[in-house]
């Protein structure tokens, strides 16, 4: 049944149309994630302004996952799964860094939510505990520096969300419909229709957003060769996937399974699969904080190679020790303009002109942090070093030369080569060299984010985070290279931010560790290569790192996520939409590059977010808007670091701002709204 929000999330009962003398306005959002939770939020601050007072206006959520938490942060999963991100780290709210044109409207990040529940932190409206003891447990001892489990991130989403119902005026209502969005249907500027998987029931709106958030794809074809060898000899193959959402029951104990791909999607591999498996970690008894892992004997063995050959740096535990570096400096919107004018007489090429800057920036984040917290280690005042450093370009002889002069201990220095690749060259004799040489590496990057003594890495970190939120507009202006897009950007530069950024906590390596001493989890190197043994039913992995040696398995296992792809998409909407020919996927061209480049992304407005319509000229397509992972916008994440002035919340206000005003001029679907059947719809 389609159900009002009962009280105390009522947003307000819906005048009758008599009573207001207007039919309302129906907006139909696909996918009811955070990212719709935070569409949800702009729109109730930017209604008092935009949205008559008299006027209703419904909002339908068409989602099989509950709202707030969406699918990828649903309750229904392991506890074992954690967030990468400390409590302070995660908010959904708007602040003072916030520029949005509509209403600044603060509140609380996960920790200081979650602080009510200890008696810490002040209550925060409405008021509920989470109805899972466990979850309730772990809110009441959390601290700002802890790394959350994704249950307790969906229990913060699950509130954010119900807090937002309540924010909203009298006249908006919102509607959950519990099924999957199958097609839509329209005239180009006329009322949308979107069926719904039982194919009996439908919604008529005049406005819909695309918001699935991340996406299932079918295998990509390279993947297929090994498919059908592990059909063909009864072994195990998993494609890319979503590690809490993968079958893994099949896994033998004690079968060897090799595991290319050591980012954050291993990690939840290794959890599922060893203490998921009964194993357990103790404190071994050292001061470093080392564990001892105790099997139950129900554990695959694991072989665990990548291109880099070593797992994601860990997340900073500290905090910054000197003032926060004023950023951006050299990669703001004055070097964007810049850049853009260049561009004029040909593509950026972003090695060339892009990285430079960047490079300059992130630098200068960490020798902020380092001139001002550790002064001892430097040879010269900041302001002395800065003002030259500012002078200097990037790859200027004379720009190392004052590094080195300035700062005599090369582990101070940021050195990019090695932070990028550092197996490359490495050459080792045997598989056990490669287990040591990999466990020192690791014990000494959890050391040092876990020792404040570092906390020039973390000033690194504060300059990535406000490089990806210029970088949209870069990316939105269309004049980087299509080879720099593709190869660069989406290649090697997401890869090395989420690798130096994006890693597990600290805990998540040390437990790796006890997992390699306890020859549970095996180190294969870089640049690894898969193949099949068709004499052994096998397959193999070889690396460079040990030369000569190749490792044999039952199991492969591509632990990393399934690229975008409209044309592989398991999303019954997108998939419909791109067999019609209604979608266009963002493909890139220029005067330097003689191929065109498909990026699998689905091709948005820059600003608007409107869907690009083939059937228009590849114009834009005035009732459909998608945001998100599946879009081209890229390195806009859902939610948000506090005072980061986030990409999301930008683009939130602005697609809000930009919804309320075409709904307002429209009145056509509610005249024609279908009644769903019973079942296929839920109150909030």
Known sequence: MTGHLPAPQLTGHRPAPHQTGHRPAVLAIVGAGPRTTGLLERLAANAPELWPDDRPLEIHLIDPHPPGPGRIWRHDQSPLLRMNSMAEDVTMFTDESSTVDGPVRPGPSLAEWAAQFSGAGPRHLPYTEPGDPEVLAELRTLAPTDFPTRRAQSAYLDWVFRRVLTELPPTITVTWHRTTATAVSGEVDGVQEIHFTSHRTSLRADLVILAQGHLDSSPDPRHAANAAFARRHGRFHLPPAFTADADL??????????????????????????????????????????????????????????????PYHAKTRYRL?????????????????????????????????????????????????????????????????????????????????????????????????????????????????????????IAEDVNRRENPHHSADLGAFHALLSIYGQLPRLVDAGRLSARSVTEDLDGWWRGFFSFLASGPPGFRLRQLLALSEAGIVHFLGADVTIATDESTGTFTATSPTVPGHT???????????PTPSLTRTR????????????????????????????????????????VV?????????????????????????????????????????????????????????????????????AGI
């Open 571 to 610: 999303d019954p909407l997108l998939h419909s939409l791109h067999t019609a020919n209604a979608l266009t996927e963002e493909t890139l061209t220029d005067p330097t590059t003689p191929h065109p480049h498909p990026t699998g992304l689905l091709k948005v407005t820059p600003t608007t977010a409107h």
């Open 249 to 310: 029951s099949s896994l033998r104990p004690g079968e060897h399974v090799l595991v290319r791909g050591f980012g954050l999607a291993f990690i939840d591999l290794m959890a599922l699969l060893t203490e998921g498996r009964g194993g357990t970690f103790t404190p071994s008894n050292s001061a470093d904080g080392a564990l001892t892992y105790h099997p139950s004997g129900q554990e695959p063995i694991l072989h665990i190679g990548s291109r880099r050959g070593v």
């Open 321 to 441: 020790q000197g003032p926060r570096p004023p950023l951006p400096r050299y990669f703001g919107p004055e070097a964007l303009d810049t850049l853009l004018a260049k561009s004029t007489h040909g593509p950026l090429d972003f090695h060339r002109d892009v990285w430079p800057l960047m490079a300059k920036e992130i630098a200068y984040g960490h020798y902020h942090e380092l001139f001002h917290a550790h002064p001892n280690r430097v040879t010269l005042p900041w302001p002395a070093f800065s003002s030259t450093y500012d002078q200097l370009p990037w790859h200027s002889p004379h720009m190392k030369t004052l590094i080195a002069s300035s700062i005599p201990n090369p582990t101070d220095r940021l050195d990019f080569a090695t932070l990028d690749r550092p197996l490359a060259g490495v050459r080792l004799p045997s598989p056990s060299a490669l287990q040591n040489h990999l466990r020192t590496l």
């Open 613 to 681: 319509d083939p059937s228009l000229s590849n114009g834009p397509h005035p009732r459909r808007i998608a945001l998100g992972a599946p879009t081209n916008s890229r390195g806009i994440a859902a939610f948000a670091r506090p005072r980061t002035d986030a990409p999301a919340f930008r683009q939130n206000d602005g697609v809000a701002r930009g919804v309320l005003r075409i709904l307002r001029g429209t009145s056509t679907a509610g005249e024609r709204q279908i009644p769903a059947v019973s079942g296929e719809t």
């Open 551 to 561: 490792t044999h398995a039952t199991a492969l296992i591509e632990s990393y996520l």
